[in-house]
């Protein structure tokens, strides 16, 4: 069974940054798509940013083009995102997914089949 983890959230002023880890366990992501979402309170999950199983192929947000970078390194079995430039709209539950169901979105939360269990990202004014 796949196992996600999430780390490297916290509190940080507007303006800063954070990256964000997602580590896996129980089986190799290596020829999956990954993906982050998060969530804000009384909100949706709200599809981040997407990458393809090679690293090559990357979708985002507008909200967040520009400042959040995905990347992956399979040989850690581990996907991350740079976050620069927060903003405090950025505050939310920040969650990894990975592998997506048959003829399923990349950008669709629903489509994922694993989920960490999220780590809270709190952006100050």
């Known amino acids: 069974q796949v196992q996600l983890v999430e780390s490297g959230g916290g509190l940080v002023q507007a303006g800063g940054s954070l990256r964000l880890s997602c580590a896996a366990s129980?089986?190799?992501?290596?020829?999956?798509?990954m993906a982050w979402f998060r969530q804000a309170p009384e909100k949706g999950r709200e599809f981040v940013a997407t990458?393809?199983?090679?690293?090559?192929?990357?979708n985002y947000a507008d909200s967040v083009k520009g400042r959040f970078t995905i990347s992956r390194d399979n040989a850690k079995n581990t996907m991350y995102l740079q976050m620069n430039s927060l903003k405090p709209e950025d505050t939310a539950i920040y969650y990894c997914?990975?592998?997506?169901?048959?003829?399923?979105?990349?950008?669709?939360?629903?489509?994922?089949?694993?989920w960490g269990q999220g780590t809270q990202v709190t952006v100050s004014s």
């Open positions: 997914a990975a592998v997506l169901r048959a003829f399923g979105s990349r950008v669709r939360a629903y489509d994922y089949v694993h």
């Open positions: 129980g089986g190799t992501l290596s020829s999956n798509a």
């Open positions: 990458i393809g199983w090679s690293g090559g192929d990357t």
